[in-house]
């Protein structure tokens, strides 16, 4: 999208379209692009459409004949038929190619531009077979269907005989019936000469060789981004074909609806409906009975009585309860009051069937209303968890839930939420697969035809580097450079292989990742089916910036190990709680600090293991420190903590007020809650400021950062 934004620029381009074929998986990508490029980008699809058959009927292959027709969107209630259009081809329609009735077609025409489409459209087809009739009766349909004003006669030249052949013919329909011509151009790629890469990658999609007799030839070299003069060396002689381009892209005038909430309703029955005023009564008292569960606090008004019993600080009843009453004050006014209803109510709905559901990670585990409500098994206040990493009014974006279920049963909790939500407001997210250096130079010495031991030879010379592309595979990689050398058609394949790397090579489904709406999927973003389940045509981040719910549904097989232990135990033991376990047991840290941890979650590793050994664990805190130290950054500062904490004499602070931060940790910043506490203690932030920060620090955002060292400069100045 980058190179062929950057390519129109140079051309002098203002607008361009997105036509991909039976899809609009590239629309969000492909707007970002003209945005940042300053091009008006428009969106479209070339639908394969069915003619004058039933989409259901299935007829035999060969009777089932399918035409392109191009589609735009004018604006906002065209892409929401766009991507009906698309949905409907998809999920009702897919037979070999994801199809569309002319019903359909006439049913969600409202703000479509429809252009007659290339070769491969009725109209051209009709007169390719010299039916005059049949052209003239199709092009009558599409007028019936869209209206004279927003149906265009298409006419293209990519050096085809058969596109030729029949240009006069386009031109006399139109004139014939007033209808407008305009002149397009399909880009396959973007230079003339990345012809040959993408005939290569038309092999790599096909499983064929370069060198295959019967694989069918078109002048492939045609179908790159033409510039406005060889444009109209072609169709100078119909100037009106080329001036009725700007016409349609002033027609189009859309952007995405980015920033609405689809987040789903949570429905109060009639008995919840008489009991309670509104969602958040009922949300509130949830709370309340819950916190009073989980703290063994009683009946009545919250008193100032100790809790010291349960936590390791003095914390009163009082002061829980304003925890709580804050918590839920930003939940009401962020609009997430059905968010919080929603998620309890389908992790409750497990925890009734003996569902095993995680204890809750992530920062959702900082909110002592998940707490409550029994989303989540940690408690906030013992652990000294911030409910503004969660959520806070000075970042205002979706909270999201990572909620862990037995691997065994969690597609029944997705069955549930299908149900009670509505089956088409519940979809899988999609994931786009790419062509890496590695796979790509494979793919290209395959349908060159090199031996299977020789390309596997020379693939192996890209360094097995995450996200390594060939121009970097070339420069590490001494090896790779003496090969090429001396082998011309290896030369040859790295610059076919540059141009290819990065696009998409397949799709696939989100491990966990569901969205969840407040209406049909498909009247938000296009849908499609993967497995015979629901699936957005678009991935997760847009999604979510379509205002959709994106909730994490883990298949934990920890989980479900444990389950069956405890099962396994209760057949002796039948009282057997995992509640009741000690979390200060010795055998259980001698067995850990052994490093025999075969089959322990996040301990089981090599590096673990021998990092166990070392360390000398001896407290629940421990494990947890080792899980977040042994990731990239803190690694680092692994032998320090080691030797922190069998000589204590030895523990430094980079500033005497962060004692109070990281004292339990030898003086090292080891978790995010850490680094915000150190903002609001250093430099005066907010907890809701810090939260910024850490963000920024924890997604590497240099300018974000910058930004915010003069903040912390500033505050830590007056502190």
Known sequence: MDRLCARAVELGMDAMAITDHGNIYGVPQFLEATEKSSIHGIVGMEAYSLWDLDMDSRPPREQNRLYHLCLLAKNADGYRNLCHIASQSHTRGFHYKPRVDLETLEKYANGLIACSGCIQGRIAQCLLMEDNNGAQKALNRYVDIFGRENFFIEVQDHGIPEQKKILPGLFKLADDNNISVVATNDVHYVNMEDWRAHDALLCIQTASKITDEKRMRMPYHQFYLKSYDEMMLLFGERPDSMSNTIRVAEMCKFSMPYGENHFPVFTMDSDLSHNFKSKGNYLHFLCERGLRERYGIGDGEPSGEFLGKLLPQQVTAKELFARMEMELAVIASSGFTDYF????????????????????????????????????????????????????????????????????????????????????????????????????????????????????????????????????????????????????????????????EGTVRNTGTHACGMV????????????????????????????????????????????????????????????????????????????????????????????????????????????????????????????????????????????????????????????????????????????????????????????????????????????
């Open 516 to 719: 969840i709406s407040d209406q049909p999927t498909e009247n938000l973003a296009p849908v499609t089916l993967q497995e015979g389940s629901l699936t957005t045509q678009y991935s997760k981040d847009y999604v979510e910036k379509l205002g959709l719910l994106k909730m994490d549904f883990l298949g934990l097989k920890t989980l479900t190990v444990i389950a069956d232990a405890v099962s396994f135990i209760r057949k002796r033991n039948p009282g057997f709680s995992m509640d009741a376990i000690a979390l200060d047991d010795e055998d259980t840290f001698r067995l850990i600090n052994s490093g025999d941890n075969a089959g322990v979650f996040q301990l089981e590793s090599g590096g673990m293991r021998s990092l166990c050994r070392q360390f000398g664990v001896n407290r629940i805190d421990d494990i947890s420190d080792l899980s977040a130290l042994y990731r990239p950054g803190p690694m680092e500062w692994i032998g320090d903590c080691i030797k922190r904490k069998k000589d204590p004499s030895t523990i430094r602070y980079a500033h005497p007020l962060l004692e109070q931060v990281c004292k339990n940790t030898y003086g090292v910043l080891i978790y995010q809650e850490q680094v915000m506490q150190a903002a609001r203690l250093i430099a005066g932030y907010s907890l809701g400021g810090a939260d910024i920060l850490r963000r920024a620090m924890g997604k590497k955002k240099i300018e974000v950062m910058n930004e915010q060292r003069a903040v912390f400069v500033e505050g830590a100045a007056k502190t």
């Open 341 to 500: 209803l929603v998620v309890q109510d389908f992790v409750n709905w497990a925890h009734r069937n003996d569902i095993p559901v995680g204890p809750g990670r992530g920062s959702g585990a900082g909110s002592i209303v998940a707490y409550a409500l029994h989303i989540t098994d940690v408690d906030p206040i013992f652990y000294g968890l911030l409910f503004e990493r969660f959520l806070n009014p000075e970042r205002i974006s979706p909270p999201d839930f990572d909620i862990d279920f037995c691997m065994r049963r969690r597609d029944e909790v997705i069955d549930y939420v299908r149900e009670k939500y509505g089956r088409d407001g519940v979809a899988n997210i999609i994931t786009f697969g790419t062509f890496g250096a590695k796979m790509v130079l494979r793919d290209l010495l395959r349908v060159n035809d090199v031996p299977y031991g020789e390309a596997n030879r020379i693939s192996k010379m890209v360094p097995d580097e995450l996200a390594i592309d060939l121009a970097g595979a070339v420069e590490r990689s001494q090896e790779l450079r003496d090969e090429m050398r001396h082998n011309v058609l290896l030369r040859d394949l790295i610059d076919q292989g540059k141009v290819i």
